[in-house]
Nanobody, 125 residues
Framework: QVQLVESGGGLVQAGGSLRLSCVAS????????SAWFRQAPGKERTFVAA????????HYSDSVRDRFTISRDNNRHTVYLQMNNLRPDDTAVYYC??????????????????WGQGTQVTVAS
């Protein structure tokens, strides 16, 4: 099994930046894809970004492309989400996810097996 723990959330003004971290433990050798999703109150969980542990290839949702960057440090079993130019509609709980295969078509929660507990990001206008 894989355990994921997110950190780095908080309150920020619109236009500001935050960096989220997700540390994996357990069967980390099974992680070939890592992703970030988010869920705003009363809404479904939606895809933000994902990255391959092997190639470093990544893909993003249209709403965050050019503002957010996903990266990983395999030695530290950590995935990051650098969020710049934050907007109030980025407010959500952000979840880290992991799976044993990467594909650019993976954009749904059901595509990922392991999940963290989430970290709150609040962007004030």
């Amino acid at each position: 099994q894989v355990q994921l723990v997110e950190s780095g959330g908080g309150l920020v003004q619109a236009g500001g930046s935050l960096r989220l971290s997700c540390v994996a433990s357990g069967r980390t050798d099974n992680i070939y894809a890592s992703a970030w999703f988010r869920q705003a109150p009363g809404k479904e969980r939606t895809f933000v970004a994902a990255i391959s542990s092997i190639s470093g290839n990544s893909h993003y949702s249209d709403s965050v492309r050019d503002r957010f960057t996903i990266s990983r440090d395999n030695n530290r079993h950590t995935v990051y989400l650098q969020m710049n130019n934050l907007r109030p509609d980025d407010t959500a709980v952000y979840y880290c996810a992991a799976d044993d295969a990467y594909s650019s078509s993976k954009v749904y929660p059901a595509d990922f097996r392991s999940w963290g507990q989430g970290t709150q990001v609040t962007v004030a206008s």
